[in-house]
């Protein structure tokens, strides 16, 4: 019997209130409205920006399911929908791309300005939810929601990936590979020959290290406080691995010692000041490019030396990548089915989705890389 045009109800991980456990409760999810997608999600990655809003340090309306790092199946379409039809596999896309914005229409950006990241209203575009628990609304999380059975997104943000896709792996095009690999490759255009140096060697940052070492780069330097990153982080092309620890001077002047006048290009993907101001101080004086990918914490501000951007230094941000998303993610995917990069690496635990509570506790305590939660 088609579920199409009627209220689907299923288990999804519901947040009430930050810094709790998720619970897994029964949620309506109402159909699409004209230009949206509903879509069965069968595998979903956590990353760290979805403990992000657990902790605090993104701000989100609650209650809120979060999840962002998906790909499923579209169970049905809304009124309008020409990209997408019932049974493509698709991956929803957390930042959209509706061709007609100022950044869509520009080839120097990606961040679509119907974008729910920095507004963080948890409405889909119309300033509805299509989410249901107990009789309340429940929000979305920037337009994607993949911690459930079933989503609705807008049109503008999913992408129809090859039939042949392997889901429980490519899910991690929707954000952790894609937002590492592409920092490198897309925001920062590492060239053949340059130094390096990765802060935070987590899914993301090991998807940097990856692209780092994709554009030839001859030195990449992996820093990050825990040691039991550094094996992965050598396997897919770190050259060498500091632990910060291991030193009483800061960081970036470890750095500067061991490169002479700093790396040509530092990327922070942990998401704390400090380090976003360590990673920009790592960098060569004149020419040197910071790339902040770690999601800053709320209301958490930087003070630093203008000297180190007047020297000529520049300190940009990147988000998914730098990559238009819509157009990107079909071909991210096809590039990995022609195995021209590997996914397995990142992806330590695979779980039921009902044990979504476990999967974040390895995350927490520095077990895992990537855990994808299957349905
Ligand atoms: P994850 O938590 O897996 O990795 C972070 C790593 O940083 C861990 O290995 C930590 O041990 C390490 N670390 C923590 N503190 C320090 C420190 N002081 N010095 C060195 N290393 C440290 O996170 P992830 O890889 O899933 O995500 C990384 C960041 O990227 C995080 O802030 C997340 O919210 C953000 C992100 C950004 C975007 C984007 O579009 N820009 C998309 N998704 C996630
Ligand atoms: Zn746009
Ligand atoms: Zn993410």
């Known amino acids: 019997?088609?579920?199409?045009?009627?209220?689907?109800?299923?288990?999804?991980?519901?947040?009430?209130?930050?810094?709790?456990?998720?619970?897994?409760?029964?949620?309506?999810?109402?159909?699409?409205?004209?230009?949206?997608?509903?879509?069965?999600?069968?595998?979903?990655?956590?990353?760290?920006?979805?403990?992000?809003?657990?902790?605090?340090a993104l701000i989100m309306p609650f209650p809120i399911i979060i999840g962002h790092e998906a790909a499923g199946v579209v169970e049905s379409v809304g009124e309008g929908v020409t990209s997408v039809k019932p049974g493509d596999k698709v991956i929803p896309l957390f930042v959209p791309q509706c061709g007609e914005c100022s950044t869509c229409l520009s080839t120097k950006g990606n961040l679509c300005c119907k974008n729910d990241i920095s507004s963080a209203s948890g409405f889909m575009p119309d300033g509805t939810t299509r989410f249901t628990c107990k009789g309340k609304a429940v929000h979305h999380f920037v337009g994607t929601s993949t911690f459930t059975e079933y989503t609705v997104v807008h049109e503008t943000a999913v992408a129809k990936i090859a039939a042949a896709a392997p889901l429980e792996k490519v899910c991690l095009v929707g954000c952790g590979f894609s937002t590492g690999y592409g920092a490198a490759v897309q925001t920062a255009k590492v060239e053949r020959g340059s130094t390096c140096a990765v802060f935070g060697l987590g899914g993301v940052g090991l998807s940097v290290v990856m692209g780092c070492k994709a554009a030839g780069a001859s030195r990449i330097i992996a820093v990050d406080i825990n040691k039991d990153k550094f094996a992965k982080a050598k396997e897919l092309g770190a050259t060498d691995?500091?632990?910060?620890?291991?030193?009483?001077?800061?960081?970036h002047e470890v750095l500067m010692e061991m490169t002479g006048l700093g790396v040509d290009y530092s990327f922070e993907v942990i998401g704390h000041t400090e380090t976003m101001a360590a990673a920009l101080a790592s960098v060569h004086y004149n020419y040197g490019v910071s790339v902040i990918v770690g999601v800053p914490p709320a209301a958490e501000k930087i003070s630093f030396d203008p000297m180190l951007l007047f020297s000529g230094r520049t300190w940009k941000g990147s988000v998914f990548g730098g990559w238009k998303s819509k157009d990107a993610v079909p071909k991210l995917v096809a590039d990995f089915m022609e195995k021209k990069f590997v996914l397995d690496p990142l992806i330590t635990h695979t779980l039921p989705f009902l044990k979504i509570n476990e999967g974040f506790e390895l995350l927490r305590t520095g077990k895992s890389i990537r855990s994808v939660l299957v349905f």
């Open 241 to 251: 691995c500091v632990n910060p620890k291991d030193f009483t001077k800061p960081i």
């Open 1 to 56: 019997m088609s579920t199409a045009g009627k209220v689907i109800k299923c288990k999804a991980a519901v947040l009430w209130e930050p810094k709790k456990p998720f619970s897994i409760e029964e949620v309506e999810v109402d159909p699409p409205k004209a230009h949206e997608v509903r879509i069965k999600i069968l595998a979903t990655g956590i990353c760290r920006s979805d403990d992000h809003v657990v902790s605090g």
